[in-house]
């Protein structure tokens, strides 16, 4: 059965330094909140695993947590570029940032085949592209059936999968609605979870097919009023456009970053 | 004296690229934009899809993300991104790929990754997101760029998405894929590749664009097709679907702040 926990007990006993960590969410349900929780906590040599690194991992790789990253879309959406993330693969700051880099579809289907305890996944993809060349873990196989070049890539079974959701129930059974991205998928292809919620309520009130995630799939549940924020969670709060665009200038200049990092992050502390 | 801009020229170009009968898988960008002007105007029942699981969208307004919950809300549903790439797209339900990109050469090949050496790049871009697999799995692709010498180059520094390969050869006996990109709309022109070369070759000229001016916006000896068309102007109704689409989505954003 899931834990109830604070944001900084969830983040202190399942995060540890050099964790394999997906922090997901596709654009919808970025868990914003636990982010700024692992930059409090100063994590550090983190693989830090997302198909759009977005914001939260700019501000996490900005904030020195990560030593590596896989990612399949590395911008800030409508806006522009992630310049921490530039920073660090270009100019190595705060420190030096290995990439890894695959396309949205070997990302899904390596989140899928981890859920499904396979070692692989399987897709028609990468055909043409310069990126088996730049990235050792793509392969090729040919179908045993029908002769056909496949693409391979290894499943994704990080350590820790931290998602938002809408909410639970006092049971600890999760309600995810919306852009539901590939939310259920993380947390089953991880060894332990911390699912950030909006609220906590007696009934879900959740249709027969609705994406459920079950309470004895969840390591720990932290209530996060708000936390997916600039994101947005449907039903509760709209994405802050604004934000993503002021962001560019926040973060173009180390200083300037620095800055809200202290003011908005370590200052605000734990919700 | 036109009374419209080259930008404006450019989306209601790739707008009517599209039809009623299409299953578009749509960018974000010039794409999007594009697509719901088509679904404004012309054709109204259009499928667009976003690869954030949103299935037959009709937002209101142009969203900034392609995740934005106007594109869920006005969906007919919305599914799992691993659902949207397999089944939907590996699964040989989308007609159409709309694209823009950072890069493109004359085999219409795409970078999104990245100006320079892969290990030290001079601008790191944001990468390959949806598109790689969108290149091959839609059965054909649509391509909408700003045309100048950074943009459009002989070969680009990196195939982030096969247009033809370095050769024109790339979809060559690979079974299984599609036609790739059939189109290249810019702000200038119409390209479409050479049926047997695969190289692209303009086909149309946007009303007073000279040749002079698309061989000075491209980065390698273009060629002009022998019956070289001139684009229709966008119409009055075009024009104010367009601006008005515009004003809205400015709105609906700025109201955030």
Not at chain 2, 152 to 161: Q, S
Request: charged share 20%; hydrophobic share 40%.
């Amino acid at each position: 059965m899931a834990e109830f926990l604070t944001l900084q007990e969830a983040v202190s006993r399942h995060i540890h330094d050099g964790d394999t960590v997906c922090m997901e969410g596709f654009t919808h349900l970025i868990p914003f909140a636990a982010g700024h929780e692992v930059i409090r906590q100063e994590k550090r040599d983190l693989t830090l695993v997302r198909m759009t690194p977005d914001l939260i991992y700019d501000q996490m790789i900005g904030a020195g947590c990560a030593k590596k990253l896989i990612f399949s879309w590395g911008g800030n959406p409508g806006v522009g570029s992630l310049h921490r993330l530039r920073d660090a693969v270009e100019k190595g700051w705060p420190n030096k940032l290995e990439i890894l880099e695959h396309s949205h579809a070997a990302m899904a289907c390596a989140y899928e085949a981890g859920a499904a305890g396979l070692p692989l996944a399987i897709l028609r993809g990468y055909v043409g592209s310069d990126l088996p060349k730049v990235n050792d873990q793509i392969k090729f196989i040919e179908c045993p059936f029908s002769g056909e070049r496949l693409a391979a890539v290894p499943s994704i079974r990080p350590d820790v999968a931290v998602i938002h959701a809408q909410r639970a129930d006092r049971k600890g059974n999760v309600l995810v609605e919306g852009i539901i991205g590939i939310q259920k998928e993380v947390v089953l292809a991880a060894k332990r979870s911390i699912v950030t919620v909006e609220e906590v309520v007696d009934d879900l009130n959740a249709g027969v097919n609705a994406c459920v995630l079950p309470s004895w799939a969840i390591t720990s549940i932290v209530v996060a009023p708000r936390g997916a924020s600039p994101s947005y969670a449907l039903g509760y709060y709209d994405r802050d456009n604004a934000f993503y665009k002021e962001w560019d200038g926040i973060a173009r200049d180390r200083e300037t970053f620095q800055a809200w990092l202290k003011e908005n992050v370590f200052e605000k502390g734990a919700a | 004296m036109s009374d419209f801009t080259s930008a404006e020229m450019m989306s209601v170009t790739a707008a009517r690229a599209l039809t009623n009968d299409m299953t578009c898988f749509v960018g974000i960008g010039v794409p999007s934009e594009a697509a719901n002007l088509a679904r404004l105007t012309h054709a109204p029942d259009v499928t667009l899809i976003y690869e954030s699981g949103t299935l037959q969208t009709k937002p209101d307004v142009l969203p900034l993300s392609i995740g934005d919950g106007e594109l869920c809300e006005s969906a007919l549903t919305t599914v799992s991104v691993p659902e949207m790439f397999r089944y939907w797209l590996q699964g040989g339900h989308v007609s159409v790929g709309f694209l823009g990109t950072a890069q493109l050469d004359r085999y219409a090949n795409i970078n999104t990754t990245l100006i320079g050496d892969y290990l030290e790049p001079q601008v790191r871009l944001p990468g390959g997101g949806g598109a790689p697999e969108i290149g091959t799995n839609a059965q054909e692709v649509f391509i909408t760029v700003k045309q100048s010498k950074r943009t459009f180059v002989k070969d680009v520094d990196f195939i982030t998405t096969v247009g033809f390969g370095r050769d024109g050869k790339a979809r060559d006996n690979v079974p299984n894929i599609g036609r790739g990109p059939t189109v290249v709309i810019t702000d200038l022109c119409i390209l479409k590749p050479d049926p047997d070369t695969k190289e692209l070759v303009v086909t149309s000229l946007h009303p007073g664009v000279t040749r002079e001016q698309v061989i000075d916006a491209t980065g390698w000896e273009i060629r002009f097709a022998e019956q070289l068309a001139v684009t229709p102007a966008p119409s009055a109704r075009e024009l104010e679907v367009l601006r008005d689409l515009k004003a809205r989505t400015d709105a609906h954003h700025a109201a955030q702040q």
